[in-house]
């Protein structure tokens, strides 16, 4: 079975631009999580969808959005870039709809410039 | 919100020691999760142990949720083993949320 994969890989932006990332979960899980993760804040939650909406969201500003399609596969959406948003981005899914364990793909590297 | 840490923050070994790893939590937590990170960021699943203990070969963890701490040991440790360790748990005290500890980076030296 696939595991959890994102693309890009490797993103660079300026600051004020906006960015997309895509995660498609396991087949058959239908819960999909974002993080964020700095070497000054380390990995924090982002947001958690399940059917095709948000059920739990993390302490991060309106900027950063989400939205998850009907196949599961997930979109984040990270408007008016900042420095401060260069990050890795890993995206998890499982199957459990609740506390279910989590499987992470290889993130997204984005730089800020 | 909860807090988690982890200690030792940083740890190195000679190839071929044993270590403990812990993870502490200062709420009452819904499950629990052992990850390894490797150096191109990948989190590689080690355990979901929300209670108890479970083995996988040479790594084994026991959580005791009561207590709010769980414990990561590596045996016999090989220089594949480096990287950072993080605990993670999921809370729901403030709508359901995965926090994850702090991280202990292990190096392991041939």
């Known amino acids: 079975k696939a595991g959890v994969t994102q693309t890009p890989r490797y993103l660079i932006k300026t600051r004020g631009q906006q960015v997309t990332l895509s995660c498609s979960p396991i087949s058959g899980h239908r819960s999909v999580s974002w993080y964020q993760q700095t070497p000054g804040q380390g990995l924090q939650f982002l947001f958690e969808?399940?059917?095709?909406?948000?059920?739990n969201k993390g302490n991060f500003p309106g900027r950063f959005s989400g939205r998850q399609f009907s196949n599961s596969r997930s979109e984040m959406n990270v408007s008016t870039l900042e420095l401060g948003d260069s990050a890795l981005y890993l995206c998890?899914?499982?199957?459990?709809?609740?506390?279910?364990?989590?499987?992470f793909g290889p993130g997204t590297r984005l730089t800020v410039l | 919100g909860i807090q988690v840490e982890q200690s030792p923050p940083d740890l190195i070994l000679q190839e071929g020691a044993n270590s403990t790893l812990r993870c502490n939590f200062s709420d009452s937590v819904n499950n629990l999760q052992w990850f390894h990170q490797n150096p191109w960021g990948q989190l590689i699943n080690l355990f979901y142990i929300p209670s108890g203990t479970k083995q996988n070969g040479r790594l084994s963890a026991t959580t005791v949720a009561t207590e709010r701490y769980s414990l990561l040991y590596i045996s016999s440790s090989q220089t594949t083993d480096s990287g950072v360790y993080f605990c993670?748990?999921?809370?729901?005290?403030?709508?359901?949320?995965?926090?994850f500890g702090t991280g202990t980076s292990l190096t392991v030296i041939p």
């Open positions: 993670a748990v999921w809370v729901s005290e403030t709508g359901n949320q995965f926090y």
């Open positions: 969808y399940f059917s095709e909406t948000q059920r």
């Open positions: 998890a899914s499982s199957r459990q709809e609740i506390y279910g364990e989590q499987f």
